[in-house]
């Protein structure tokens, strides 16, 4: 045997395997650093700890180049803060820890629905091939073939992954969700509407659409939608919540498949728990 491309063999898998592996954080344990008085700006700060703020906090960099306007919390109607909302209104409404899906029935009630676009073409991305090579296939074979594509920016794969290898050692069987899934990326727009959908980022995955319902399915006008019957076990929603992505079950525009990396929206949850 040839001993020099049997070393590199090895050296190769070795760099592909560190290359997987990784930290992941549980964004429902990490201490809360208090540093404003600011409970948004700090959540954005701990989530993602390349962001800076000016000094006088007016003004956010996520990428140390594009400097973004925060803003505040206008008093305009919930579309127009869907449509174009600030920063600071990205934290309008608090999501809920608890698995409890009264509050969603206010009218738009939608705790991390409201995204504001230069948030997140510079934490991310601003055009589709840059986020194309950006992805990785994460899947866990204990929760069957299901592989999501997902960025690796923001050590989003990692999180993924870490929250599936948690879920498959709970040895329930979650094979149901995992099945024919929604999938990863997919650089389009929120449905009937002109705003990039957070599966453009790489950044949100969908599991079995069939078992998780979608308020627009059940021909619902927006800010008027009913009950939401909901087949997602606690379980699953607390792991993908603990590696930072929030559920959108919990919205009142409910979107029971869909699971987002925004782990700034749990440490903002958990610094306005009273
Ligand atoms: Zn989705």
């Known amino acids: 045997m040839n001993f020099l491309p049997l070393a590199l063999v090895l050296w190769l898998s070795l760099t592909v395997a560190s290359a997987v592996a990784c930290e992941a954080m549980r964004f429902t344990e990490i201490p809360i650093v208090r540093m404003s008085a600011s409970p948004a700006k700090d959540a954005v700060r701990l989530a993602y700890p390349q962001s800076r703020f000016s000094t006088d906090g007016r003004t956010l ?32 409404y608090i999501y809920p820890l608890e698995f409890d899906l009264r509050q969603r029935e206010e009218a738009f009630f939608d705790p991390g629905r409201i995204r504001n676009h230069g948030f997140f073409s510079t934490l991310y991305f601003a055009e589709e091939a840059s986020s194309r090579r950006s992805l990785v296939s994460v899947r866990h074979e204990g929760l069957g073939n299901a592989s999501f594509q997902v960025t690796s920016r923001n050590n989003v794969s990692c999180q993924l992954a870490a929250a599936l290898a948690a879920l498959a050692d709970m040895k329930q069987d979650f094979s149901p969700f995992f099945r024919e899934v929604g999938g990863g990326f997919f650089w389009r727009k929120v449905s009937g509407t002109d705003r ?6 790489g950044i949100a995955i969908d599991l079995n659409p069939r078992l998780g319902g979608y308020w627009l399915w059940s021909g619902a006008r927006p800010g008027k939608v009913g009950r939401y019957d909901n087949h997602i076990p606690e379980a699953i929603v607390r ?4 590696f930072g992505f929030i559920w959108g079950g919990k919205w009142h525009h409910y979107d029971g498949m869909h699971f987002e990396y925004r782990p700034e929206i749990i440490i903002h949850a958990r610094m306005m728990k009273p």
């Open 196 to 201: 990039l959908s957070p599966h453009s980022f």
């Open 61 to 92: 960099t996520l990428d140390g180049q594009h400097w973004l306007d925060w803003g505040e919390v206008r008093s305009v109607v919930p579309e127009e803060m869907l449509e174009t909302p600030t920063v600071a209104e990205q934290f309008r």
């Open 239 to 242: 792991t993908m919540e603990s």
